[in-house]
């Protein structure tokens, strides 16, 4: 695959102090450092090992992952959402690149 | 001891004697709705001169949490190919400067139905021509662009984003087109011929013992309207002749290349076997 | 003692080659898993209940096993879950994610996909904002597929 892709899913507005759920998947091999290549050397783990969801710039949820989790990582979780905003999500590469996407939500 | 072999006896009588819907291994009476807003037919009634009365999906030997992993849309990780295909399709590519798009400016008028309709004969090439022959044509003749190597991570997505676009249309290959009738006859004496050190057909699984168990795995009638696919095993999409070489690997016989006439010439007729079945690409399978 | 499907199958199509691997290295991570408990609730013993797993009890590839995980938990600011841990006994390093909540999660609820190497139990434990913990296990059985698996 080319380039790890976010893929996010969020109710497009919510009322206020409700309780949304948010799915998240990214492409990613998850290389888990286990596995080894046809001449038998062992491919050296890259994993996205953190993922982090903000709400205008407040931490909603994060999660710290280890090679067990399966590739193209996905992540459901909830926020609750007390006025209108943007999420913010992050995922963290082993080699150091940080993928981020954004979602809008307006509250009626 | 004695006990033993007898329950073992006992067993494999009742195995040998049960027809596929009376065992543990047998399709699930369950319905694919996609988003819940997407009916997929997965079994439909066998057409004319087919072995079996009705055929069904692989997606009803699967368990519960593989089965919801297809029916939603954003969880389903073949979706994401599904998306790369789409940037592909848009991204100019080779000497002429052309993408899939310069030429096909419509894409969903032009995909819709389109995938469900492969393999289909192509007069130029004198053979039966599948998603992936027809891309690296259009990619030498049209873009003036390499062709893909078979199974390229490119050439799967693209693959997958095409036939996507036939979700829930019923899989049609039309036999008479020059000469896709004769090759139907190839790929069926392919189908039931048995090969390898382990002597097996496709049909001996496939038409035999669909239902059954094969190790702690359920058989499936071996219906193609899903491919690619994306497989939990690889974590990634899996073409069709990937998944016949892996077969035929796996009775232990050398196999063929991909895109050989034995595997095109299987293609049509498995694909024919599957007839009316739905194209539910990405599937999600074990 | 009983027969295996291994056994049945053997007779029923009677392919050695289908038959697995038979003794596989079995990886002694109980004790990894018990100091990584140890180590995320601080030495306490963390109590049964108020944390539940939902995970299927057979998997049909360990590759891609679904792992929800609840706490039940008001979630305001002074009473909520702080972080869940994630364990597989039986792979080679039990770790498999830490989800961290705040009083803004709304519902200390988190889903995910996770590897696991064979047959063995799935950990959750909660750690709450007041340093108490809790902890669920469920067996998934993992199935050695066919020539499609």
Known sequence: MAEPKPRVKVPKKAAAGEVITIKTLISHPMESGQR??????????????????????????????????S?????????????????????????????????????? | MANRTKRIATMFAAMMVGTSASLAGGPVDDKLVIDGELEINTRVPAPEGHPFDELISGWHYRTPETRDLEADSFQNP?????????????????????????????????????????????????KPFNIELQINQCREQNMQAEPYKFDADDQKALTTYIKHQSLGMPMHVDLSEGEMQDWWEKGKELYYTRTGQLNLACATCHENYNGNY?????????????????RLKQSAMVSLHNRFRGCIRDTRAAFPPAFSDDLMALEVYVTWRGTGLDIETPAVRQ | MSFTRRQVFGLTIGAAAFVAAGSRVSFAATDQTEEAIKAFTGGAEPKKGTVSLDTPEIAENGNTVPVGVSVDSPMTADNYVESVLILADGNPNPAVATFHFTAMSGAAEAKTRIRLAKTQNVIAVAKMNDGSSFIDSKEVKVTIGGCGG
């Open chain 1, 71 to 108: 590739a193209n990582p996905y992540m459901e979780f909830s926020a609750k959402v007390n006025e209108p905003g943007t999420f913010k999500f992050t995922w963290v590469d082993d080699d150091g690149s940080v993928y981020e996407t954004e979602k809008k939500i307006t509250v009626e």
């Open chain 1, 36 to 69: 080894k290549d046809k001449q038998g050397n062992l491919i050296p783990r890259q994993i996205i090992n953190k993922f982090t969801c903000e709400f205008n710039g407040q931490v909603v949820f994060s999660c710290d992952m280890d090679p067990a989790v």
């Open chain 2, 214 to 230: 094969i190790r702690a795995d359920h058989l499936s009638q071996g219906n193609v309207n899903g491919f690619p696919t994306y």
């Open chain 2, 78 to 126: 073949g979706m994401l190919y599904v998306e790369r295909g789409e940037e592909i399709w848009n991204t100019v590519d080779g000497a002429a400067g052309k993408s899939c798009a310069s030429c096909h400016e419509d894409a969903e008028t032009f995909l819709k139905g389109l995938g469900a309709s492969y393999p289909k004969w192509n007069e130029e090439a004198g």
